[in-house]
């Protein structure tokens, strides 16, 4: 059975799944979808050409699939939204649509995207993405499964962050974060391998022990990059972790946060 509230307003063109629930002052345009058991608390507005999973619960005041706020969006252009299960979508989140014709904004499964949180155009965020309160996502950045967006950081247009790192509050991101690692600061910089999160992320203590020799070997003895990456290929051949930290490397078009010199003592401890 769908409940919609008297004072929402659900455009005939939209395609709604059983058990949902739209709230009071709701507004859903044309051409758009939402899943199975998903709830639209109050005052949430879906824009068209977007997709909403199942078993997802969105909070007041949030806008899904509105037009991007880049300059070079050109009217009656038709961009999309794709926002996947079981998220949780709290008070006043913004997820903007793509800019260019035909290209999107997607956000996985079991993300939670806390309050003013926001999601800019053509972003990608993968499964199980934390970003905290008033966390920023610049157009076209890509988040990695399991990342940790800290409150009131802010990345800028094209960065990646990788698979289970962590950005800490009120970080200013201006390059890559590669997976497994916490960066700190204003501009953020690797500082140490995210252990918590990767255990929380389900990888075994020889994995995180592989991830943090392949970080000291990369960052803390003094080598050229292109030598330190040759030597951690050689050490860790059939390591799918240390794989994925090579890959963000050799694909990095901002450059890495690399860590400062006073990081050096924190990995050697």
Sequence with gaps: MIQVNKHAVVHDRAEIGDNCVIGPFCTVAANTKIGANTRLR?????????VIGEDCDIYPFVTLGIQSQDLKHIANTITY??????????????????????SKSTVGNDCALLAHSHVAHNC?????????????LGGHVIIGDYANIGGLSAIHQFCHVGTAAMVGG??????????????????AHMRVIN???????????????????????LFMRELRLEAAVSEVEDEFPDSPSIALMIEAINSSQRGLARPESATFEINVS
């Design 195 to 217: 252990k918590i999160g990767m255990e929380r992320a389900g990888y075994s203590t020889e994995e995180i022990t592989e991830v943090r020799k392949a970080f000291r070997i």
């Design 81 to 102: 939204t794709e926002i996947g299960d079981r998220n949780i979508i709290r008070e006043f989140v913004s997820i903007h649509s793509g800019t260019e014709e035909g």
């Design 170 to 187: 009120m970080c200013k991101v201006v390059q890559d974060v590669l997976p497994f690692t916490i960066a700190d600061g204003a501009p």
């Design 124 to 136: 990608t965020v993968g499964d199980h993405v934390v970003m905290s309160h008033s966390a920023t």
């Design 42 to 50: 109050s005052h949430v507005v879906v824009e068209p050409y977007t």
